[in-house]
């Protein structure tokens, strides 16, 4: 069950209020998000014409994610086609059994595969205020490791020469052999003509922009690396990801707290994701 097929426009806009709300109103939010996703698996319908979901009881939950902890009692469901049984509001957040939302994950794996599973841990603790022990930052990287590995390994297509826009962005993965071994990930998706994404480059050391190298690119969206904007391009564009962590550390060097900076981030994220929504619409309208 994904949020895709669950009335994603209404339903996504609910959890995401949810998720940048305050603590006073969180839960309320969610459990609009949750009444939602139950009036939509509603109208799911078996063959016959009875309903295909039934309600199958609630289960408390307790998230992590990051705007702090959240605890809820989720109501689960049971697909009368199969005999599974689901909680909507989980599948739709992509967390299943998970306490650690997708987000919390991935920030604290980024800086446990640069340093050690301690500062890591130090680091979303100063930043965020959930404090992760380091076994669970050890347990973050393990299951990411496996998916870059398969990216290194997969076949890529060298895109067109027509495609114009990109991204381009490095990291650093340590290796899972030796501890002090890290490997550098470099890894360049290009957008083509009809708005499908491509993976046009993953690769271990080097430079990033070597897969772009004899394309006609337009457009360059990436941070504020210096070789990455140093390659020649009509336009570097920061994209929305980046800005949100440029401008969330410009915050923290000024001393500013984290619920204010949260106050501060929040309306500007809506804003980003307002113009990145309203740039794919005018892309797709022609």
């Known amino acids: 069950m994904r949020i895709e097929e669950l009335a994603p426009i209404e339903i996504g806009r609910l959890l995401n209020r949810a998720y940048h709300a305050g603590i006073d109103v969180r839960e309320r939010l969610f459990g609009e998000a949750e009444a939602a996703l139950w009036a939509t698996l509603r109208l799911c319908r078996l063959p016959d014409g009875s309903p295909r979901f039934v309600r199958h009881g609630t289960r408390p939950r307790t998230f992590v994610t990051r705007m702090g902890r959240v605890d809820l009692r989720v109501q689960r469901v049971r697909d009368r086609q199969d005999g599974s049984t689901v909680a909507p509001l989980t599948a739709a957040l992509g967390l299943g059994k998970k306490r650690y939302t997708p987000e919390v994950r991935m920030a604290a794996a980024e800086p446990a595969s640069r340093t050690s599973y301690g500062e890591a841990s130090e680091v979303i603790e100063r930043d965020w205020g959930p404090r992760i022990p380091r076994r669970t930052v050890w347990n973050f990287l393990r299951e990411i490791s496996p998916s870059v590995e398969r990216a290194l ?48 480059e993953v690769k271990v050391g080097g430079a990033v922009t070597s897969g772009l190298e004899g394309r006609s690119v337009e457009y360059l969206v990436t941070d504020y690396d210096t070789g990455l904007m140093a390659f020649p391009a009509r336009a570097h564009p920061l994209c929305h990801v980046h800005f949100d962590r440029l401008l969330g550390t410009l915050l923290q060097e000024e001393g500013v707290g984290l619920l204010e900076r949260e106050e501060i981030l929040a309306p500007v994220r809506g804003l980003l994701a307002h113009l990145r929504n309203s740039v794919e619409v005018h892309r797709l309208r022609g």
């Open 153 to 200: 390994h997969a076949p890529s297509t060298p895109p067109p020469i027509e495609r114009s826009v990109h991204e381009a962005d490095s990291t650093f993965v340590k290796a899972r052999a030796r501890r002090e071994d890290q490997h550098a990930i470099h890894v360049a998706i290009t957008m083509d003509p009809d708005h499908h994404v491509h993976l046009a």
